[in-house]
């Protein structure tokens, strides 16, 4: 980490950001319409101090997941600073915790913020006192392989190139549970093409080969990457993490009811408030899956809950009774995993989590399941957002600055931006010429509207109308001119795909198409060390970092 790279950031509000959602920015803004949903400010310094003091955490619990711990981070090849952070843990530390799904090759860009983001959450609650150690927690227990089978790496022309690996096997089963064969290595080979000759080519190398999981070959290569920075990696799918956790399966299956009715109070208080549900609950809902002939397979409660015997429950087509579930639970609890709502509960009943941080979809299942965490835990972990940006590398900048273009304006996606700079590339009189008409517009109807209104006051509505029509008809007719441009001009159809494809891949945010490995391998380790710098807990702003 010993060379700087030329770094530059600015600021932009997630309000100029595509599809954010309205519960998103009032969390950021902390109204007062979300603080019945959301326990604590999105102000770390506010609180830090405040909360370590409630976090229960039972002390056998604490010797028993350090154990696990330290044995999978070293069958990871975990460096002697994540090993002294998994016995500061052991000895009392709190946990700052993020997670993903493991996507292949360490999946996008926005997978090295959140471990990044905290890093630095920890290592501001020790600076206040509290000790903290970062911790991510690997999603292998998702089902949905055709998320995380696949990542975007920068082709040599600019372009994200689509890579992905197929691997049959059963459907719906843990990602985790699905090894690599003889196809990842044609995948990697392209992949060390892409990235060229550099470490992480190396790395990936040698996390992604037959005999592997996504989740065992995502876990290699982080380990490397925040070798470091001390990042602890958690994967819940160990059989002895299960065994902690049954207390909260069987709750799950005991207080269903309780669990159920709570959930849909608040689905209605979140709707009543304006916000959206990010998980649909219903009546038949329950909290667990459990695995059945391979397959993660949901639990579901018959007639929509309306049982008088105590509960029954679907698996699939196999009925159950609660305390035959409850009996499954005791004998086999690896084969039992949490939905999106009671998976942050499971961690943070396995840690001692002072603060778990994620991006806008997380900061929403928070939303729902605060009521989970109040039932079983007693107390809502705070959840802050992650670490969000776009890189800026020179290319890109430079046709940003030759068309004197911002990112909000690229994020109308590329129909738009080839508009906007076949406008400005239009022949120097021909611009004057519109600037000239536009004002004559300006300023004649101002005139006429001051003479109208001494004349009839009723009629100025009408001439303001009249002057935005005109205004309309302008803009018309140069996007028009503008187009016949771009038709004429390839240099403008280039530049911007080359923008779009840079900072707005298939209309969506770089941090969520692009891999972090692509930049890494480019920039090197010391990107991680740069990015870290611009990491700040109390500013929440989207930001666009020059790398240059």
Known sequence: ????????????????????????????????????????????????????????YDAVRRGNVSEILEWQNRAWGASPKTLANIDRLKRGALAAVTGQQVGLFGGPLFSIFKALTAVKLAEEATAAGVDCVPVFWLATEDHDLAEVNHVALLSEHGLPERLAVERQ?????????VKFGPEIEPVVERAATLLGDSEVTTWLRQAY????????????????????????????????????AKPLFRAA?????ELDEALLVRGKALDAAGYHQQVKVTSATTLLFEVKNGARTVVRRRNNGANDNGGEFAVGEERSSSEELVERIEEAPETFSPNALFRPVVQDYLLPTLVYTGGAAEVAYFAQAAVVYEKLLGRVTPILPRFSATLLEAKAERILTRYQLSLPEVFHGPEKVREVIAARSLPPDLQVRFSEAYASVEQSMAALRESIGKLDSTLIDTAESTRSSMSHQMDRLRARVARAEQQRNDVITRHADALSNALFPNKALQEREVAGVSFVARYGTELLANLYQHVQPDCHDHQVIEVL
């Open 209 to 244: 080969r037959p005999g592997e999981s996504l989740g065992s070959a995502f876990a290699l290569l982080f380990a490397r990457l925040f070798a470091e920075w001390g990042v602890i990696l958690l994967d819940p799918a160990e059989k002895d993490f299960h065994h902690l």
């Open 169 to 177: 096997g059963i459907a719906d089963a843990p990602v985790g549970t």
């Open 253 to 257: 299956i005991e207080r269903v009811s």
């Open 1 to 56: 980490m010993s060379r700087e790279l030329s770094m530059k950031s600015q600021c932009l509000p997630f309000q100029q950001i595509p599809h954010t959602t309205r519960l998103f920015l009032d969390y950021l803004s902390y109204t007062p319409s979300v603080r019945s949903f959301y326990p604590r400010s999105p102000i770390f310094s506010e609180w830090v101090k405040d909360e370590s003091q409630r976090v229960p």
